[in-house]
């Protein structure tokens, strides 16, 4: 992306310039260390970085808060109080964090203790750092709980018409398997598919999913095109192969002044699909949801190229590019809790289970599509406000 210094990375700066002046005074003061110590843990604890994840950033802003302040009268504060009633900050109060990973309120183990003066310049810093984090974990936990998105695109009925993959989605499922007769048990069983919004469990006898899906479906697996065997069959992770495409058809990555189309590609995504019935009609759909965690470019013209990979920043809005070597872990924490990662976008999409008057038989038809897309640096180039700009290779 375009290059810029973030306010994380100037603190991370303006930390090491602490702890060199705390250097210089230790070897003043007899060589007493404990103010480049305290520095030193407490720029460890923090764990600034760039590319926090939500619990990351609630973790460092926890430690703030919970650190010891000097105030008037030689009174010792909570750091939270002092932000509140002195700088007028919000702190972790102000948030309902109830639904985030019990992980996240074990007690802490003791640590130990740092007490700053209220009137210290460090103070100051921290309550700045402070401010910041707030920032970004408020935006963070608004995205990835689907609020206030950069942009949000309704495709209308036409353009679903004309979109490829209601087209292979509506021609996949009336087929009477997936090509490789994967089924959803394994879906149902991981709680990537759910009825109702709830999660079945199965335990380890995945038999249990059969009746799940033929008392919800109300008719029986084993007959070619029913409602049960067209959910047995295509109710999981092959709808979201197929929504995935639209990624690749319809986004477009903005770095710098080129626009990158052709060659970017998903790394790292996570879906869940629930099938639930109109409370009126009766009749059965499905709701996709599919989050893009992470992207690459791969040079479609120079293929020796190494791919640029990118995921949203801790500030929860720009996409920034990371390390290849980054995946892993990030693939780990949305394993964990795929609520503790801003996706670049999320597409949501309701397929309604149709029956075909000539066969009788059942297959899904996309009803309603929409993307939400967390960042200004892509685009969609299906939102109706969207002009069209050269493609990539004719800037170079």
Same mark, same amino acid.
């Given at each position: 992306?375009?290059?810029? #210094?973030?306010?994380?990375?100037?603190?991370?700066?303006?930390?090491?310039?602490? *702890?060199?002046?705390? &250097? *210089?005074?230790?070897?003043?003061?007899?060589?007493?260390?404990?103010?480049?110590?305290?520095?030193?843990? /407490?720029?460890? *604890?923090?764990?600034?970085?760039?590319?926090?994840?939500?619990?990351?950033?609630?973790?460092?802003?926890?430690?703030?808060?919970?650190?010891?302040? /000097?105030?008037?009268?030689?009174?010792?504060?909570?750091?939270?109080?002092?932000?509140?009633?002195?700088?007028?900050?919000?702190?972790?109060?102000?948030?309902?964090?109830?639904?985030?990973?019990?992980?996240?309120?074990?007690?802490?183990?003791?640590?130990?203790? #740092?007490?700053?003066?209220?009137?210290?310049?460090?103070? %100051?810093?921290?309550?700045?750092?402070?401010?910041?984090?707030?920032?970004?974990?408020?935006?963070?936990?608004?995205?990835?709980?689907?609020?206030?998105? #950069?942009?949000?695109?309704?495709?209308?009925?036409?353009?679903?018409?004309?979109?490829?993959?209601?087209?292979?989605?509506?021609?996949?499922?009336?087929?009477?398997?997936?090509?490789?007769?994967?089924?959803?048990?394994?879906?149902?069983?991981?709680?990537?598919?759910?009825?109702?919004?709830?999660? /079945?469990?199965?335990?380890?006898?995945?038999?249990?999913?059969?009746?799940?899906?033929?008392?919800?479906?109300?008719?029986?697996?084993?007959?070619?095109?029913?409602?049960?065997?067209? /959910?047995?069959?295509?109710?999981?992770? #092959?709808?979201? %192969?197929?929504?995935?495409?639209?990624?690749?058809?319809?986004?477009?990555?903005?770095?710098?002044?080129?626009?990158?189309?052709?060659?970017?590609?998903?790394?790292?995504? &996570?879906?869940?699909?629930?099938?639930?019935?109109?409370?009126?009609?009766?009749?059965?759909?499905?709701?996709?949801?599919?989050?893009?965690?992470?992207?690459?470019?791969?040079?479609?013209?120079?293929?020796?190229?190494?791919?640029?990979?990118?995921?949203?920043?801790?500030?929860?809005?720009?996409?920034?590019?990371?390390?290849?070597?980054?995946?892993?872990?990030?693939?780990?924490?949305?394993?964990?809790?795929?609520?503790?990662?801003?996706?670049?976008?999320?597409?949501?999409?309701?397929?309604?289970?149709?029956?075909?008057?000539?066969?009788?038989?059942?297959?899904?038809?996309?009803?309603?599509?929409?993307?939400?897309?967390?960042?200004?640096?892509?685009?969609?180039?299906?939102?109706?406000?969207?002009?069209?700009?050269?493609?990539?290779?004719?800037?170079?």
């Amino acid at each position: 992306m375009t290059e810029f #210094v973030s306010t994380i990375t100037k603190a991370n700066a303006k930390l090491a310039i602490f *702890k060199e002046l705390a &250097r *210089k005074e230790s070897i003043k003061w007899f060589h007493d260390d404990s103010r480049y110590q305290a520095i030193e843990y /407490i720029e460890k *604890k923090l764990g600034l970085d760039d590319h926090m994840t939500i619990s990351e950033l609630e973790k460092a802003i926890r430690f703030i808060e919970e650190m010891k302040i /000097i105030v008037e009268n030689k009174k010792i504060e909570d750091f939270k109080q002092v932000l509140s009633k002195d700088f007028h900050y919000r702190t972790l109060a102000s948030f309902d964090i109830d639904a985030f990973p019990a992980r996240l309120k074990k007690a802490q183990q003791s640590e130990p203790l #740092v007490i700053l003066s209220k009137c210290s310049s460090l103070c %100051g810093f921290l309550a700045e750092i402070h401010s910041t984090l707030i920032s970004h974990y408020e935006l963070s936990k608004a995205h990835t709980e689907g609020h206030i998105p #950069v942009s949000e695109i309704y495709y209308p009925t036409d353009l679903i018409k004309q979109t490829q993959i209601a087209q292979d989605i509506q021609n996949t499922t009336k087929a009477a398997t997936t090509s490789d007769d994967s089924t959803s048990v394994m879906d149902i069983r991981r709680g990537g598919t759910t009825f109702y919004g709830v999660k /079945i469990d199965t335990g380890k006898n995945d038999v249990y999913a059969i009746p799940t899906i033929e008392n919800f479906a109300g008719d029986k697996i084993n007959i070619l095109g029913s409602r049960a065997n067209k /959910i047995f069959n295509f109710g999981g992770q #092959v709808l979201h %192969g197929i929504i995935l495409d639209e990624f690749e058809n319809s986004m477009k990555l903005i770095d710098g002044d080129q626009y990158l189309t052709e060659g970017l590609k998903p790394t790292l995504t &996570r879906g869940r699909v629930n099938w639930s019935k109109d409370s009126e009609t009766g009749e059965i759909y499905a709701t996709v949801e599919l989050k893009i965690l992470a992207c690459a470019f791969i040079d479609p013209i120079d293929t020796s190229k190494m791919p640029k990979h990118f995921a949203i920043s801790s500030d929860g809005t720009t996409l920034d590019t990371i390390d290849e070597g980054m995946l892993p872990q990030l693939n780990q924490a949305a394993t964990v809790d795929e609520n503790d990662i801003v996706p670049i976008c999320t597409f949501k999409a309701k397929l309604d289970l149709t029956q075909d008057q000539g066969t009788q038989e059942h297959y899904l038809k996309m009803n309603e599509f929409a993307v939400k897309i967390n960042t200004p640096n892509m685009i969609s180039r299906k939102d109706p406000n969207h002009q069209a700009q050269p493609s990539w290779y004719y800037n170079i």
